[in-house]
């Protein structure tokens, strides 16, 4: 069965570097989507992207994310100034229409 | 916020049904019922949906109201393996937009030999 895949599995982190977290969709589908769970917290929307373009954001997605789709198969979250409180579990997610979505096994970001 | 209520966790014997209640009160006509879950440290899964009629698959079944404020998941014959909290969910499909999904703090299922 396709699966959503995450590279890598594990980042650490100086604060105020910048960190580059990659998803790898699966292949016929056309949403994408990060979210992320601090340790111990809900899992909490950041961003969806359709289309070439993001379609909607939380309030987390500040100016310090960004995120990319580069190529036909890869999907990027950028923080461009790491923080202490970025430290989290970031997951990628997938779906071809917008019922079900595939969510990758995540990555651990640690800001020290 | 979330707009469900599940308990916060429950125990099942393994090979014995797990009945996993959701109250969902305020849900709308065009909104899903979406169960997903959590398996330790791992990317939430899908399992199943609904909108108003009951749903059955590979995983589980789905059981709704009539009146839509409730549903039960059931998976028939728990494992060791089904231990994880379990999320229930309404979403909202609509043309144009994807919307992103709510998570609370879900149910600790723990499947117990």
């Known amino acids: 069965e396709p699966e959503v895949t995450q590279t890598p599995s594990h980042q650490v982190t100086q604060m105020g570097q910048e960190v580059i977290l990659r998803c790898v969709p699966i292949?016929?589908?056309?949403?994408f989507y990060w979210y992320r769970q601090i340790l111990g917290q809900k899992v909490e929307f950041l961003v969806s992207?359709?289309?070439?373009?993001?379609?909607?954001k939380s309030e987390i997605f500040d100016d310090q994310f960004s995120v990319e789709r580069p190529d036909g198969s890869n999907f990027t979250l950028k923080i461009r100034s790491t923080k202490l409180e970025d430290s989290a579990m970031y997951f990628c997610a997938s779906s071809r229409l917008v019922l079900n979505k595939y969510f990758g096994p995540g990555t651990r970001l640690t800001v020290l | 916020d979330a707009k469900t209520t599940q308990p916060t966790s429950m125990d099942c014997a393994e090979g014995r049904a797990a009945n996993l209640p959701c109250n969902h009160s305020t849900i709308s006509g065009n909104e899903y019922v979406y169960w997903y879950r959590q398996i330790h440290s791992q990317g939430p899964q899908y399992i199943i949906h609904g909108l108003k009629n009951n749903e059955t698959n590979e995983m589980a079944s789905l059981i709704i109201t009539e009146d839509r404020k409730s549903s039960t998941l059931i998976l028939p014959h728990a494992t060791l393996r089904d231990t994880a909290v379990y999320y229930c969910?309404?979403?909202?499909?609509?043309?144009?937009?994807?919307?992103?999904?709510?998570f609370g703090k879900g149910t600790k299922l723990s499947v117990k030999p």
């Open positions: 292949s016929n589908h056309l949403y």
């Open positions: 992207f359709y289309n070439n373009e993001i379609s909607e």
């Open positions: 969910i309404v979403h909202m499909n609509y043309g144009g937009s994807q919307g992103n999904l709510i």
